[in-house]
Nanobody, 118 residues
Framework: QVQLVESGGGLVQPGGSLRLSCAASGRIFIIGDMGWYRQAPGEQRELVASITSDGNTNYIDSVKGRFTISRDNAKNTVYLQMNSLTPEDTAVYYC????????????WGQGIQVTVSS
């Protein structure tokens, strides 16, 4: 059973930074695309950033230039560096990975709270 475990969330003031980490563990064969989603209260979950296995990245417009997604394939870990945070970034952030065993399947982390407030 593969698990994704997130860390690094918390409370930060506007303009501050946080770095989220998500480590995959368990019976891992191949990890494809990885990404970070977020869901604010009363809102739908949205894709914030994604990264392919060979490092190609994609971001939603509202975080371009502020957030950076990266991954360490040797550690089965994906990161999200978040700078210049605003209250609008407040949400529960979820890690996602596309995994290959016999077939491709999706795995989600449990979610981690990020709160931007003064």
């Amino acid at each position: 059973q593969v698990q994704l475990v997130e860390s690094g969330g918390g409370l930060v003031q506007p303009g501050g930074s946080l770095r989220l980490s998500c480590a995959a563990s368990g019976r891992i064969f191949i990890i494809g695309d990885m990404g970070w989603y977020r869901q604010a209260p009363g809102e739908q979950r949205e894709l914030v950033a994604s990264i392919t296995s060979d490092g190609n990245t994609n971001y939603i417009d509202s975080v371009k230039g502020r957030f950076t997604i990266s991954r360490d394939n040797a550690k089965n870990t994906v990161y999200l560096q978040m700078n210049s945070l605003t209250p609008e970034d407040t949400a529960v952030y979820y890690c996602h990975a596309r995994m290959l065993s016999i077939t491709w399947y999706d795995r989600w982390g449990q979610g981690i709270q990020v709160t931007v407030s003064s």
